[in-house]
């Protein structure tokens, strides 16, 4: 049987085993811990359900602002800004559950 005296077929094995076995045996990425808060920090205010810090005024230079109209909820301006529900609740320090009144004036970030 010719296929067994082929070095070629034994090297792209070896090959393949290799890569299969870094696949499975390296470890998955991780994502990188948030950052730790002092707060006890004067300057720094937060939204607990996120742990991001409140949108500083730099970020809020780059973000929409939006008037809520009679029939919006959070999940509609979300996706009509394509963004996600959650840096929408962020920028505007809303907590889950919470939505906005007819007549807001919120900030949109950009996607």
Do not use: C
């Amino acid at each position: 049987m010719r296929l067994l005296g082929d070095w070629k077929w034994y090297a792209a094995l070896a090959v393949f085993v290799f890569f299969t076995a870094l696949v499975v045996w390296l470890p998955r990425p991780q994502a990188a811990p948030a950052a730790v808060m002092d707060p006890l920090s004067p300057n720094v205010t937060a939204d607990m359900s996120s742990g991001r810090p409140d949108p500083s005024a730099d970020e809020r230079e780059h973000m929409l602002q939006y008037t809520v109209q009679d029939d919006d909820t959070v999940a509609k301006i979300a996706r009509l800004f394509v963004t996600s529900e959650d840096e929408l609740r962020w920028a505007n320090n809303i907590s889950e559950g919470g939505e906005f009144n007819p007549g807001d004036k919120i900030w949109v970030p950009a996607p």
